[in-house]
């Protein structure tokens, strides 16, 4: 549980970060949620309960962010969890990488209000030599979320040397314009803050030795969006 948040979806919320995740994104800052056996066991009503605490800082645009790991690999706790919180009033948020999808999701779908949508490449060939999957994965993902009218905002961390050009940036801005849904895109700096958590869990981590993404170049890349 993160109490109180402003970088995960709009507003100040409370994050939920769930176990287990199918991906092993090599510039991934939470390899400790990877394990879905790891961490702490809670039940919705526990759950439900400390979300509520804070209920007076959430205002009218904050709320519950459920982030992992990938949050949809426990969709059935997710999809009880978002409607007691529904029920309570309380607006939620999906932070996922968008790459499954079945009945179970698109019910969930039904339950929020707003997905954090973390489209790693514009690339195809990126996505396969980093990620192991399509970037038609999210894209569809990305169509649900419009047949549904929900509210998007596309992530994606930015790179040295991956993904750190104009026409990566111009790219994903051209695949994401048949697209509505989406209200805003967001491109975040790789860091190597989590370096020590590869180290204590012994974890080789890829992109360990990647310079850092300096912010003055991405807050040019930013304008392009």
Not at 29 to 46: L, Q, R, S, Y
Not at 200 to 214: A, K, V, Y
Request: proline letters at 5%; one cysteine or more; hydrophobic letters at 35%.
């Amino acid at each position: 549980f993160q109490s109180l948040g402003t970088v995960d979806g709009p507003g100040v919320r409370t994050v939920l970060f769930l176990q287990g995740c199918p991906l092993r994104c090599p510039y991934c800052h939470n390899p400790d949620t990877w394990d879905k056996n790891a961490g702490e066991d809670i039940f919705v009503d526990d759950a439900v309960k400390k979300i509520l605490r804070y209920r007076s800082y959430f205002g009218k645009d904050g709320g519950a962010t459920v982030s992992g790991g990938e949050p949809l690999l426990q969709v059935e706790f997710v999809y009880e969890l978002f409607t007691r919180l529904k029920e309570e009033g309380i607006g939620t948020a999906l932070d996922t990488s968008g790459v499954i999808m079945n009945d179970s999701v698109k019910k969930l779908l039904g339950k929020t209000d707003i997905v954090l949508l973390d489209i790693k490449f514009s690339r195809d060939d990126l996505y396969k030599k980093y990620i192991g999957v399509s970037l038609s994965a999210p894209l569809a993902f990305l169509a649900e979320c419009e047949k549904a009218k929900k509210r998007v905002i596309i992530r994606q961390v930015i790179t040295p040397g991956i993904n750190d050009t104009e026409d990566d940036v111009l790219k994903l801005r051209e695949i994401l314009k048949p697209f509505n849904c989406v209200e805003k895109t967001e491109l975040l700096p790789f860091r190597k803050l989590c370096k020590e958590k590869y180290e204590s869990l012994n974890i080789f981590f890829p992109f360990g030795d990647r310079e850092e993404m300096p912010q003055e170049k991405l807050n040019e890349l930013q304008k392009l969006l």
